[in-house]
């Protein structure tokens, strides 16, 4: 069955391109893809597919069952955009003012739309049932994921894979890893609340933008010293915002920030840690703060076996030159919901353009990807599927 379906997905690979070049040029922001859910559920419909919409809000979830018994497998496509304007000079460039795929989703769709035909072709040799998960939201936390589960876009489900068309890895190439592969992604706001004046009177204020800068210093710290040198961890001030006249010290300062870690009990360490220098910073000079820590996406961390499975898939892919354990991506990612309730595993799909030195990064202006790389991507999460439902079917077991 596996050469069919590979010969399948290069049949219509075209199609992929077609569908991923319709998409880019008609993106649409989290929580607002409408257009786009109301797409991929027609794209089913029209195969005669089992489709559900308005899963856990926009969400869309196909279930394709094989004649012959088995597991079921779970794969993912994200198919939210960005509010950036697409700066690039290419025939598919974005068709709405301020919003472009500028991560890969559409790419994702359109690999797990292709996928999901091939899959029902041969659905008399499929050994168990696929679901094709299709997520709105995975750019704006809570995101997507968290609802569609709440939605019972999991139920039955006994291991789940998802990839990333990853630009900055070149196209042929796999990126796995057991474990942690991407950190939980958090963000932090700070009010300093001072006492401002005339800025040739300083000894008269409180001075919020010297205070929230001695802030943004202590932070530093807190990787530096407190955390342990073995737990990787990032804080980071985004945003820091004093607006006034060039001669009047501000009353108040507000900061924004992220922090990424991959251990939970390191996250929580530096929510606590950020308050703690936050309050001996106002104290020593005699002001006072708001602070509000945001949960966002928790780390994305892979099962061993499900990851091992993978990477022995990946081996029978001609297109695949390169099979390589990642380094811990820093950038978050809510398929981290996914991997809490079942097993399986997410990797990256190298989609480095062609003739390209240095590719533009994700959630660039001018961000793209090698097309070539969506087909990889289909096979790969194709063969996952094949090779988790013939380890785990009812005749394996027997």
Same mark, same amino acid.
């Given at each position: 069955m596996l050469q069919s379906l590979f010969q399948e997905l290069e049949a219509n690979y075209s199609k992929m391109v077609e569908i991923r070049r319709y998409l880019h040029?008609? &993106?649409?922001?989290? *929580? =607002?893809? @409408?257009?786009?859910?109301?797409?991929?559920a027609n794209f089913y419909k029209e195969l005669g597919v089992d489709v559900r919409t308005g899963v856990g809000g926009?969400? @869309? @979830?196909?279930?394709?069952? %094989?004649?012959?018994? %088995?597991?079921?497998?779970?794969?993912?496509?994200?198919?939210? /955009?960005?509010p950036i304007q697409d700066e690039k000079d290419v025939e598919y460039k974005s068709t709405v003012p301020g919003v472009m795929h500028a991560c890969g989703h559409d790419g994702h769709t359109a690999t797990l739309l292709v996928l999901s035909e091939a899959f029902l072709k041969l659905k008399h040799q499929l050994a168990g049932t696929v679901v094709m998960i299709h997520q709105h939201a995975e750019e704006f936390a809570?995101?997507?994921?968290?609802?569609?589960?709440?939605d019972g876009c999991l139920n039955g489900v006994d291991a789940i894979f998802g990839t990333h068309l990853w630009a900055s890895a070149p196209t042929g190439t796999i990126q796995y890893r057991? %474990? &942690?592969?991407? /950190?939980?992604?958090d963000r932090?706001?700070?009010?300093?609340?001072?006492?401002?004046? !005339? %800025?040739?009177? &300083?000894? =008269?204020?409180? #001075?919020?933008?010297?205070i929230g800068s001695q802030f943004v210093m202590n932070l530093q710290q807190i990787v530096s010293r407190r955390v342990n040198p073995v737990e990787p961890a990032v804080v980071s001030v985004g945003n820091f915002v004093a607006k006034n006249a060039f001669n009047v010290i501000a009353d108040s300062a507000s900061l924004i920030g992220t922090v990424r870690t991959f251990s939970e009990d390191v996250? #929580?360490?530096?929510?606590?840690?950020?308050?703690? @220098?936050?309050?001996?910073?106002?104290?020593?000079?005699?002001?006072? *703060? #708001?602070?509000?820590?945001?949960?966002?996406?928790? /780390? $994305?961390?892979? !099962?061993?076996?499900? +990851? #091992?499975?993978? $990477?022995? /898939? +990946?081996?029978?892919i001609a297109e695949v030159n390169v099979i390589e354990e990642a380094e811990p991506q820093m950038g978050g990612e809510d398929f981290a919901y996914y991997l809490q309730h079942? =097993?399986?595993?997410?990797?990256?799909t190298g989609a480095k353009p062609e003739g390209v030195e240095v590719p533009y990064p994700h959630h660039h202006p001018k961000f793209d990807i090698n097309e070539k790389a969506m087909l990889i991507a289909a096979k790969t999460l194709g063969n996952a599927a094949l090779t988790y439902q013939k380890e785990h079917s009812v005749a394996a077991v027997k």
């Open positions: 040029m008609n &993106p649409e922001l989290s *929580y =607002k893809e @409408v257009k786009t859910a109301e797409y991929i926009n969400g @869309v @979830v196909a279930t394709i069952k %094989g004649d012959l018994p %088995g597991p079921t497998v779970a794969l993912r496509a994200d198919f939210d /955009a960005l809570p995101g997507g994921a968290i609802t569609m589960i709440e057991v %474990g &942690p592969i991407m /950190a939980a992604a932090f706001e700070v009010t300093i609340n001072g006492s401002g004046g !005339h %800025g040739a009177q &300083p000894h =008269k204020t409180k #001075d919020s933008v010297v996250r #929580d360490q530096i929510e606590e840690e950020i308050e703690t @220098v936050l309050k001996g910073t106002c104290m020593t000079n005699g002001a006072t *703060y #708001d602070y509000t820590f945001y949960r966002g996406y928790p /780390a $994305v961390v892979n !099962h061993k076996e499900e +990851t #091992d499975l993978l $990477v022995n /898939a +990946t081996k029978e079942v =097993k399986g595993s997410f990797f990256f």
